[in-house]
């Protein structure tokens, strides 16, 4: 088992294979929830998973937020950013300095 896997569509993931991650071709939402507990429970450390299936697996990510592995980390896929990967960014940033640092409106 590798430490650390990415999940989704071939175009966005085939290079992470040439690096050393291990690679996971997965469109459809249900089989990528079936995968992130599969992983989890083989004690990967770090699942990279395309934003659009981010999105549409809020469920089995939502089991794992609170635990330190795996950390679920949303990447954009081969068609761009949807904006799901800087969302949690944020969310992440204002849930540990309590306030929005990164993005506040000056006034």
Do not use: W
């Not at 966005?12 to 294979?17: E, I, P, T």
């Not at 992440?92 to 640092?101: L, M, Q, R, T, Y």
């Amino acid at each position: 088992m590798a430490d650390i896997s990415i999940i989704g569509d071939r175009d966005s993931v085939l290079l992470a294979k040439a690096v050393g991650l291990q690679v996971f071709d997965e469109t459809e939402p249900e089989k990528a929830d079936r995968l992130i507990h599969k992983l989890a429970r083989e004690g990967c450390k770090i699942i990279y998973i395309t934003e659009p299936l981010y999105a549409a697996c809020g469920e089995a990510i939502s089991k794992y937020k609170s635990e330190t592995f795996p950390a679920i980390i949303p990447i954009p896929d081969s068609h761009g950013s949807t904006g799901v990967a800087m969302a949690q960014i944020k969310a992440n940033v204002e849930k540990a300095i309590g306030a929005d640092i990164l993005f506040a409106e000056e006034k």
